[in-house]
């Protein structure tokens, strides 16, 4: 098979996948559940944020996020989406270059609950 098609293939799986998985989630093992700002989500009218570790994980080693990114301790991190949009947390890979970037709310705020 030639490279071409076989990177043709590959593209439109992904796509398929990611189609598949737009949209309302549930956090699965080894996800995480960002919730604590539910006063500022309510009023911006978002749904909690699914992080998913592992999807990460697999792809990067712990040390390119921990400890230059974030504080692996619960609470540390104050996450927020001005500090996203300023090349912060999230924001230092999604920024339109390493990663999409910031602009469609559903991607991360996709919590539906247990």
Same mark, same amino acid.
């Given at each position: 098979?030639? *490279? /071409?098609?076989? %990177?043709?293939?590959?593209?439109? &799986?992904?796509?398929?996948? +990611?189609? @598949?998985? &737009? +949209?309302? &989630?549930?956090? =699965?093992? +080894? $996800?995480?559940?960002? $919730? /604590?700002?539910m006063d500022s989500m309510k009023k911006?009218?978002?749904?909690?944020?699914?992080?998913p570790h592992w999807f990460h994980r697999? /792809?990067?080693?712990?040390?390119?996020?921990? =400890?230059?990114?974030?504080?692996? *301790? *619960? +609470?540390?991190?104050? !996450?927020?989406?001005?500090? !996203?949009?300023?090349?912060?947390?999230?924001g230092r890979c999604h920024n339109g @270059?390493?990663? %999409? =970037?910031?602009?469609?709310? $559903?991607?991360?705020? &996709?919590? =539906?609950?247990?």
């Amino acid at each position: 098979m030639n *490279k /071409r098609i076989l %990177w043709a293939v590959v593209f439109v &799986s992904a796509v398929a996948v +990611g189609m @598949l998985f &737009s +949209g309302q &989630s549930h956090a =699965e093992y +080894g $996800d995480i559940v960002l $919730d /604590r700002k539910m006063d500022s989500m309510k009023k911006a009218n978002v749904k909690p944020v699914v992080f998913p570790h592992w999807f990460h994980r697999i /792809r990067f080693k712990c040390k390119v996020c921990h =400890e230059d990114i974030f504080i692996i *301790k *619960k +609470g540390a991190n104050d !996450i927020n989406m001005q500090a !996203i949009m300023e090349g912060k947390f999230c924001g230092r890979c999604h920024n339109g @270059l390493t990663a %999409w =970037e910031p602009l469609y709310c $559903d991607r991360c705020h &996709s919590y =539906e609950g247990k």
